[in-house]
């Protein structure tokens, strides 16, 4: 079953460092934030790692729940969280059943050849389960600070009762849109 913005996640459960199942009921009542990422020890995904890091106690402060999740395995995960120092645990996905429900699986081309990557993206669920906010084929730079303002936003709007979450960012391209139209 594939994940869409404003419905609950579908069933999942894996295992992440620190001896941590995470599931899509396993952090219910918390915001959670999973990033995906092509590889560990490699340029981009050290990079978007060592944001995230930076930012971490901002996330924690905010009140979320911060997983790397990627197809190496528990021990590359290990070596790659102590390496940088990662206070967040991360998701060994090597069977990519996360990857293929998140729709993160995508044909590239490498050295002229097609292979099997992961595109970056990084996902948003509400304390009630509940996607809220997707970013997809990211670039690295600037990204985790966009994730951050939205975690702030929908900790904000869950601190108001009856009070509609944040936009997604489509629906805000579309607000953009109608108000240079006027």
């Not at 009921?25 to 490699?42: A, C, E």
Request: charged share 30%.
């Amino acid at each position: 079953m594939a994940i869409v913005v404003n419905k609950p996640l579908p069933e999942f459960e894996a295992n992440a460092t620190g001896g941590i199942r995470v599931s899509n009921i396993s952090h219910v009542g918390k915001t959670m934030v999973l990033y995906f990422y092509p590889k560990d020890n490699t340029p981009g995904c050290t990079t978007e790692a060592m944001q995230f890091r930076d930012k971490y106690k901002d996330f924690v402060k905010a009140g979320a729940h911060v997983f790397g999740v990627s197809r190496d395995n528990m021990r590359s995960h290990d070596e790659f969280k102590t390496k940088l120092e990662l206070p967040f645990e991360l998701i060994a996905d090597t069977e990519e059943k996360m990857c293929h429900m998140f729709g993160v699986v995508k044909n590239k081309i490498m050295y002229g050849k097609k292979v099997k990557g992961i595109e970056r993206s990084t996902f948003l669920i509400g304390p009630d389960g509940v996607l809220r906010e997707e970013w997809r084929g990211l670039k690295v730079v600037g990204h985790v600070d966009e994730v951050l303002k939205a975690v702030k936003a929908l900790k904000k709007a869950n601190g108001k009762p009856a009070e509609k979450l944040p936009e997604t960012a489509a629906e805000r391209s579309v607000s953009k849109v109608a108000e240079v139209a006027q």
